[in-house]
């Protein structure tokens, strides 16, 4: 008896952000969704994710237009979204009512499959999401977020999907996030779970381990309905088996797709073109690698990990940070690492590394987390990092989101005019500042995308200094080229490194300063290099959130008193001493680095 399997794919959406760091923009999808509508799959993944984030914070896209577009585009195959239960897109937990709302507008707006999952595999936080999908009239998928663990057995995932089978949900879907299921565990799981409960069980595996195409034929085998694919120029390493080749795998045999496999080839070679545009956004650590069945990190955080590490001058130090990911993962209870607690545990690891001591600093999302604040752990927390954390504050044993007042109206005044529509408001609801930035600056008509760089040759032209050899740069900004040549003639002097820049021909010399005593404060000021006792400072680069005191304060030591965010995760940087606020030299917004004077306190 045949048994055809289904396909999603993921090219849209999950496979760039594995590879790619989420960058893909619209009109790179749009001129090959005519193709991809006429393939048969059973859903196109499109949204969601970090695809939100990255319109929003890099590419200046709104993304509740990017969908309008794909739906438009794409009138015959579901939409699909990748939905993180209660924390929506985000990173906290959200009231019911955002919940309710996202889900309401991300339905009427195109989606037609809602992939929903909780980071601690608590289903206590799926619930709402489910029942606004099913009110919505549309299809609500249960996650099980795959693990490895002494908590995490095929008896567990078995009882969570069971819950959400009775939560009221259409389909079951194996989220192997991070590339750690093999062959032989996958057939065991995909066979209990279709003995235990009646859905159609679905086969999402990152390929970082180079086994995902072996686990999707155990699965199969053992009676899995669906897989996740993604187009071959977008696929394998941190992202997922190639659809043609799992189509060609499957052709003719029982499982047989249906798909036309030169039609995909065809899509293929579009994306080929494509992925080149954005070279600059490939990373090292994306192809396979076996160290995940350790480390853990998953596919759609690697990339962006390496990019951020880059962003902070330390990717150099990425082996360091996979190493001790593990080692926070287990203080934590064995959180699984997918999107928010692999950002946590993956954030909280590098600054263990970068400050030389574990827990020196710890982030407020890892307080919140050892809290309870984004539900119950697996299992076992240390608890002497628990009591550092949170101090006497009392744990949350209830589910977080029954804490949370009704947001909605909150949110709808807190934007006022600048948001045009209900989804502007979640757009802000989903995240505040940029999300306020981005509607700000399209309501100003001055919103500038990241620039894409073409791949850079090296030229044998003069340098306009008269030494070494440039690299050439041809730079498009709002529609204007420019060719930029840039040569480093290997000089110091007095610890300044000399450039020479030609812009169009143009000659130009630029020295630049490395950071010593002073740099660029807020307002023009100048921060010196921290030196004295009072002086605060932090440990890595990044953005002030929040300024939590003023000029003339009394403050104790070890008191918050400015709140920093990187890597996506905010820190409370904290009084080294006892005294008075002398000077501040941040404001909320400053960018900041390692050292510098950003609060003087007076014993």
Known sequence: ???????????????????????????????????????????????????????????????????????????NTRLQMLLRGQNLLGYRHYSDDVVKAFVAKAAVNGIDVFRIFDAMNDVRNLRVAIEAVKAAGK?????????????????????????????????????????????????????????????????HSHDTAGLAAMCQLKAIENGADHI???????AWGTSHPGTESMVAALKGSEFDTGLNLELLQEIGLYFYAVRKKYHQFESEFTSVDTRVQ?????????????????????????????A??????????????????????????????????????????????LQGGYGKAPGVVDEKLRR??????????????????????????????????????????????????????????????EVLLPIPEAGRVASAGGEGVPTEFVIDVHGESYRVDITGVGVKTDGKRHFYLSIDGMPEEVVF???????????????????????????????????????GD?????????????????????APIAGTVKAIHVAKGDRVNPGEVLVEIEA
């Not at 760039?16 to 960058?23: D, K, N, P």
């Not at 480390?295 to 962003?311: D, R, T, Y």
């Open 388 to 449: 550092q954390a949170i101090g006497n504050e009392e744990l949350i044993d209830v589910r977080p989101a029954d804490l949370l007042k009704p947001e909605m109206d909150k949110l709808r005044a807190e934007i006022g005019a600048v948001a045009k529509s209900a989804e502007d408001v979640l757009t802000y609801a989903m995240f505040p500042d940029i999300g306020r930035k981005f509607l700000e600056e399209r309501a100003a008509g001055t919103l500038t995308p």
């Open 294 to 322: 350790v480390n853990q990190v998953p596919g759609g955080m690697i990339s962006n990990l390496a990019n951020q590490l880059k962003e902070q001058g330390a990717l150099n130090r990425m082996n360091e940070v996979l």
């Open 554 to 574: 009394v403050v104790k030591a070890g008191q918050a008193v400015l709140i920093t965010e990187a890597m996506k995760m905010e820190t409370e940087v904290q």
């Open 139 to 203: 299809h609500a998928q249960g996650t099980i977020a795959y693990t490895t663990s002494p908590v995490h057995t095929i008896e567990a995932f078995v009882a969570q999907a069971k819950q959400m089978e009775a939560m009221g949900c259409d389909s079951i879907a194996i989220k192997d996030m991070a590339g750690l299921l093999t062959p032989y565990a996958t057939g065991e799981l995909v066979k209990a779970l279709k003995a235990e409960q009646s859905l159609p069980v679905f086969i």
């Open 324 to 369: 001790e990911i593990p080692r926070v993962r287990k203080d934590l209870g064995y959180p699984p690492l997918v999107t928010p607690t692999s950002q946590i545990v993956g954030t909280q690891a590098f600054f263990n590394v970068l400050a030389g001591e574990r827990y020196k600093t710890i982030t407020n999302e890892v307080k919140l987390y």
């Open 228 to 234: 996740d694919t993604a187009i071959s120029s977008f």
């Open 1 to 75: 008896m045949s048994k055809k399997i289904h396909v999603t794919d993921t090219i849209l959406r999950d496979a760039h952000q594995s590879l790619l760091a989420t960058r893909m923009r619209t009109e790179d999808m749009l001129p090959i969704c005519d193709k991809l509508d006429k393939v048969g799959y059973w859903s196109l993944e499109v949204w969601g994710g970090a695809t939100f984030d990255a319109c929003v914070r890099f590419l200046k896209e709104d993304p509740w237009e990017r969908l309008r577009q794909l739906r438009a585009a794409l009138p």
């Open 513 to 551: 300063e490395p950071l010593n005593e002073f740099v660029g404060g807020a307002g023009g000021s100048k921060r010196k290099n921290a030196s004295a006792p009072g002086d605060v400072s932090t440990t890595m680069p990044g953005n002030i959130v929040d300024v939590l005191v003023k000029e």
